[in-house]
Nanobody
Framework: QVQVVESGGGLVQPGGSLRLTCAAS????????SGWYRQGPGNSRELVAE???????NYADSVKGRFTISRDRAKNTVALQMNSLEPEDTAVYYC?????????????????WGQGTQVTVSS
């Protein structure tokens, strides 16, 4: 069973920084894609940043130049460095990992979501 857990959320003042981390555990072969999403009050979940299956990083226009996604393949972790935070960044942030598993059923892929971590930007 694969588990995905986020950490690093909290309360920060406008202009401040936070670093979110997403860690995968369990039995699996590899992580082929990863992304951070967020859902603010009254909003639908939206993509913030991702590594696609080709390894390219993509960002929402609203966070370009402020947020950076990174990964550590050896540790099976993905991080989101968030700088120059704004009140509009307040949301629950979710990590999604595309994970490849090899078991008695063969080789298969599936998306796994974390439980979310709250980020609040307020003075």
């Amino acid at each position: 069973q694969v588990q995905v857990v986020e950490s690093g959320g909290g309360l920060v003042q406008p202009g401040g920084s936070l670093r979110l981390t997403c860690a995968a555990s369990g039995s699996f072969n590899s992580i082929y894609a990863s992304g951070w999403y967020r859902q603010g009050p009254g909003n639908s979940r939206e993509l913030v940043a991702e590594f696609d299956s080709g390894g390219r990083s993509n960002y929402a226009d609203s966070v370009k130049g402020r947020f950076t996604i990174s990964r550590d393949r050896a540790k099976n972790t993905v991080a989101l460095q968030m700088n120059s935070l704004e009140p509009e960044d307040t949301a629950v942030y979710y990590c999604k990992l595309g994970i490849r598993v090899s078991d008695y059923r063969g080789l298969w892929e599936s998306d796994y979501w974390g439980q979310g971590t709250q980020v609040t930007v307020s003075s």
